[in-house]
């Protein structure tokens, strides 16, 4: 069956029972030239853990561009960042939809067969993957929907093209069912205004035909935000609506066996009567970690109790119970008493010290601690050869990322004796968050590749906004003028009938015992980057602003902290990579690279440094750990290219009948920083280098001097004393 559904600009066609029959259910999904296949599996029996086993990949084939994978392997192999954070996304809007009790292995596989350049495929994917998800026999009642919104001109935009969201200063990716929102990602996009100013930064020396344009970070208002998800919100309805009148009659049936929480109402009693104080000072310690060790600590105690071996009571009961206590402690304090576990007011953020340039010879770093969450986080700044080179599917070339941001969490940030591993889907999930939310206050034209590496040495909620906040000041720190100070702070929502609370900064006991957390990171003037996953039911939109202007206001309050601290950085002027940026003539950029790249790389060896070229454009970037190579080095090419300024095209000298050991008495022709450049004869030139000079030469001075060295057409000589 086929089925073509015309929604949300968008003409979706479905074959549904075509391909991929005995999954448990399966779609294949064509818009515009992009075809993607969505299957469900699931396994026959329960796991006996108390969580759901959903797995969810995403996998782009290269063929669906018509290209052949890179390397030495030819196929696809581990996924990529942007693959596995597409799986994330996925993940992140279907698990809200499973039934309570549900506990089938489940393997949802999204993989795109043919791609065209015009289409969003994570839209597309969620989509496809949620039409699977409903026609298979996991009773799923509605289906989910995506939409992506992109702002232009400053209208909202709804499910732009690829190309015109290249256009847009948002980019907002909204999932839910019906009217529920359930998964919101949202991040400002730069734009470069038309005014022109001159570089201003203290590391870099940069002709003055080079310049950087005034930039703005576009941030989002509250009221914006809200506006723009009210738009998401109806397409979803849309959507939603579609798909269950589409493909309900298709939907499998069959009889699944759900987990029940069984209940013992005597233990919780028993608990709840003798044990309630030491729970309230088991909280009162876990509000300063994100272990549950003080709860085994009680059970422990509860099972050498002698009635816990009358009734036989197991461990897993007595902790379940205790559990359950405790989240009503916890929640009723917070909705009844406006109190929470570590005594903070509900808007209150922890206590913050900042200490930067810690490390002295990294670049820039950043010590940021709040509560008992710390991150360090450090700036390394590096040249064009130094950023991450990566592929995407519908690019031809291959695309290079001039800004990182790599976020490890290890196991003792929390207590645990774990050894470090490689980062799994949530170190890249909160790495991209800060990456997204720092992005706009670094300029486009910064001409330096940036990596930031946050270490969280301590974690009890928001690690992720900690990073943020570490991350802006440990780039002022290394000396990178970025537009705005950003920080970034983590919020809590929990409910009980028609009572609720909004809690700021919230700690790990919070995130775990709440309904829903957000993140939100910005500059004073607006929202940059904001995170957000709803448990199904959705939330009110009144509340929802609520909470945005609390985030808001803790948001300038960190702010006003991290201005405080940056007027303590010294930045490490001695050890920052220092860097040269001038233009020559497009037609000399051949002389600076020489034949089959000889004078480049000579160039490169004895000076040290690494060169940039543009062809087109004639500019030149010299970058290199000291400041006086690498003004040699500039002023080395300098007269390379200017040696034959009048002449198209330049013929090398005939150097053959001078060999090592000659002895000749030379005329200084020309002083530059790195040596003197000796007139031999024929017109030929010999370079006195600066380490051999003793005093003072100028042009004209007669030398006696001897051949030290023929190497790539070039000779070197010693000074010989009269």
């Known amino acids: 069956m086929q089925y073509s559904i015309e929604v949300n600009n968008h003409l979706e066609i479905y074959d549904v029972n075509k391909v991929a029959k005995q999954a448990c259910g399966s779609v294949l999904m064509r818009l515009g030239k992009s075809v993607v296949l969505a299957t469900v599996a699931r396994e026959e029996k329960v796991v006996e853990e108390d969580f759901l086993p959903l797995t969810v990949q995403y996998i782009e084939k290269a063929y669906a561009a018509g290209k052949i994978p890179g390397g030495y392997v030819k196929r696809e192999t581990k996924p990529t960042d942007h693959e596995t954070l597409s799986a994330r996304i996925i993940d992140r809007s279907l698990r809200p939809l499973f039934p309570k009790g549900y506990a089938y292995p489940t393997q949802i596989t999204v993989m795109v067969l043919s791609a065209d350049e015009e289409v969003d495929l994570q839209v597309m994917s969620l989509n496809a993957a949620s039409v699977a998800l409903y026609l298979s026999d996991i009773p799923i009642k509605t289906p989910v929907c995506g939409v992506r919104i992109a702002k232009i001109d400053n209208e909202f935009i709804l499910n732009p093209s690829n190309s015109k969201l290249k256009e847009s200063t948002l980019d907002l990716y909204v999932a839910g069912v019906k009217d529920e929102l359930l998964m919101i990602e ?71 066996d759900f987990k029940i929480e069984e209940e013992n109402p005597e233990l919780y009693e028993f608990i709840a009567n003798n044990y309630t104080q030491e729970l309230k000072n088991a909280i009162n310690q876990m509000a300063k970690s994100e272990r549950a060790s003080e709860l085994n600590k009680i059970a422990k105690d509860i099972l050498s109790t002698e009635i816990v071996a009358q009734k036989e009571w197991q461990e897993e009961d ?47 770093s950043c010590l940021f601690t709040r509560g008992q969450t710390q991150a360090l986080v450090v700036a390394t700044l590096g040249s064009d050869n130094d950023a991450q080179m990566y592929e995407l599917l519908c690019e031809k070339n291959p695309i290079s990322e001039r800004f990182m941001v790599n976020y490890n969490f290890p196991g003792f940030s929390v207590g645990e004796a774990s050894p470090i591993k490689a980062p799994g889907r949530r170190e890249l999930g909160h790495g991209n968050l800060a990456k997204r939310a720092l992005s706009p206050s670094i300029d486009e034209k910064y001409p330096y590749t940036i990596r930031l590496v946050s ?49 700021t900064d919230i700690m790990g006991l919070e995130d775990h015992d709440g309904d829903m957390d957000f993140k939100v990171a910005g500059s004073k003037d607006g929202v940059s980057a904001l995170q957000m996953d709803i448990k199904l039911g959705g939330i009110d939109k009144e509340i929802l602003k609520e909470a945005l202007y609390q985030a808001k206001e803790a948001r300038i309050h960190i702010l006003n902290i991290m201005e405080e601290a940056q007027q303590d950085i010294v930045v490490n002027d001695d050890i920052l990579p220092k860097l040269e940026l001038f233009s020559v003539d497009p037609s000399k950029i051949v002389d600076i690279i020489g034949q089959a790249g000889k004078t480049i790389k000579e160039i490169i060896e004895k000076f040290d440094v690494s060169i940039d070229l543009d062809r087109e454009k004639g500019e030149v970037k010299i970058a290199g750990g000291k400041n ?70 100028h042009e004209g001075d007669k030398l006696r001097v001897k051949i030290s060295e023929i190497k790539n057409g070039k000779i070197s000589v010693d000074l010989l004393s009269e």
Do not use: W
């Open 318 to 364: 007595v902790l379940k119970n205790l559990s359950q206590i405790k989240r009503k402690i916890v929640r009723e304090q917070i909705i009844n008493e406006r109190k929470r576990a570590d005594g903070r007011a509900l808007n209150e953020v922890r206590p913050i010290s900042i200490e930067t340039n810690i490390l002295p010879n990294a670049h820039g």
């Open 455 to 503: 270490e969280i040495l301590e974690s009890n909620g928001s690690s992720s906004m900690a990073t943020v906040c570490g991350g802006a000041l440990a780039l002022r720190a290394a000396g990178v003028e970025t537009v705005k100070l950003v920080a970034g702070v983590a919020m809590g929502l929990v409910f009980e009938g028609e009572k609720y609370a909004i809690l």
């Open 186 to 256: 949202m991040r400002t996009l730069s734009t470069q205004d038309d005014a022109i100013l001159p570089v201003v930064t203290p590391f870099v020396d940069v002709m003055s035909e080079v310049n950087l344009c005034e930039q703005s970070m576009n941030e989002l208002s509250e009221d914006e935000i809200l506006q723009a998800l009210n738009l998401a919100q109806k397409a979803i309805l849309n959507g939603s609506n579609a798909y269950e009148e589409a493909f309900s009659s298709h939907k499998k049936q069959a009889n699944l």
């Open 628 to 697: 006086d190579q690498v003004k040699a080095a500039k002023d080395y090419i300098i007269s390379i290219t200017s040696a034959n300024k009048n002449k198209k095209f330049s013929k090398e000298k005939d150097i053959s009948g001078f060999e090592v050991g000659e002895e000749f008495n030379g005329i200084v022709k020309k002083v530059a920083t790195f040596g003197v450049f000796v007139e031999l004869r024929d017109g030929v030139d010999g370079l006195l280098h600066s380490s051999k000079i003793k005093e003072k030469l």
